[in-house]
């Protein structure tokens, strides 16, 4: 059983740039979770999904930041406009229900130049 | 989620038991206690989770005090891939669900 997958493992992008990250849960399940951790610090929770759904997006900044999870494909963490201060690793979570142990990707590794 | 206290580093050395500390005197009765690693460069990975009973599985121990307001991790032989941060947190069992609230946790350190 795979884990769960985040690509890309590393992302470069220009200030202004609109940056694409990936989720791949594991099999089975269909709660998905956003976290970041920058530089120097904790992690902090964006943004909790299920199919199609947002449940908790208490954690994502208000502006430039969005987040999705269609019925067939990856979830998706979107930043448009990109800046220097938004570099840092974004890990995405997975789990098969509520309140259940969560399981990590390797995260994705965003440099905004 | 309540919060807790967690020594900043301990250290190790290999083959020998590890007992990583955590404070949480504001618990709440319906709190779980969940800790999760994280490894260098990777994302956290979940260790163990207990209410009140003491609880075992392949990679810890977890031994929880009487009065739950601390409780303490136990890697019973360390080793060099057990070097991580460990996160002690608290999760509220009755609120349908919870995200994770990571802290500072400690940054284990293990010696050869």
């Known amino acids: 059983n795979a884990g769960v997958m985040q690509n890309p493992r590393h992302l470069v992008r220009r200030r202004g740039q609109e940056a694409r990250l990936r989720c791949s849960p594991m099999k089975g399940h269909s709660h998905v979770y956003w976290y970041r951790q920058l530089p120097e610090e904790g992690l902090k929770f964006m943004v909790y999904?299920?199919?199609?759904?947002?449940?908790?997006e208490s954690g994502m900044p208000k502006e430039r930041f969005s987040a999705e999870f269609p019925k067939e494909g990856p979830s998706i963490l979107r930043i448009q406009q990109v800046v220097r201060g938004d570099s840092a690793a974004y890990f995405c979570?997975?789990?098969?229900?509520?309140?259940?142990?969560?399981?990590f990707g390797p995260g994705t590794r965003l440099t905004v130049t | 989620d309540a919060k807790t206290t967690q020594p900043n580093s301990m250290e190790s050395n290999e083959e020998e038991p590890v007992h990583l500390p955590c404070n949480h005197s504001t618990i709440s009765g319906t709190d779980y206690i969940h800790w999760y690693r994280q490894l260098p460069s990777q994302g956290p990975e979940y260790v163990i989770h207990?209410?009140?009973s003491n609880v075992n599985n392949r990679m810890a121990s977890l031994a929880i005090a009487e009065d739950r307001k601390s409780s303490t991790l136990i890697l019973h032989r360390a080793t060099l891939r057990d070097a991580a941060v460990y996160y002690c947190i608290l999760r509220d069992g009755n609120s349908g669900y919870s995200t994770l609230t990571f802290g500072k946790g400690t940054m284990l350190l293990v010696s050869p």
């Open positions: 207990g209410l009140t």
């Open positions: 979570a997975s789990s098969p229900g509520r309140s259940y142990e969560q399981y």
């Open positions: 999904l299920q199919k199609e759904n947002i449940i908790d």
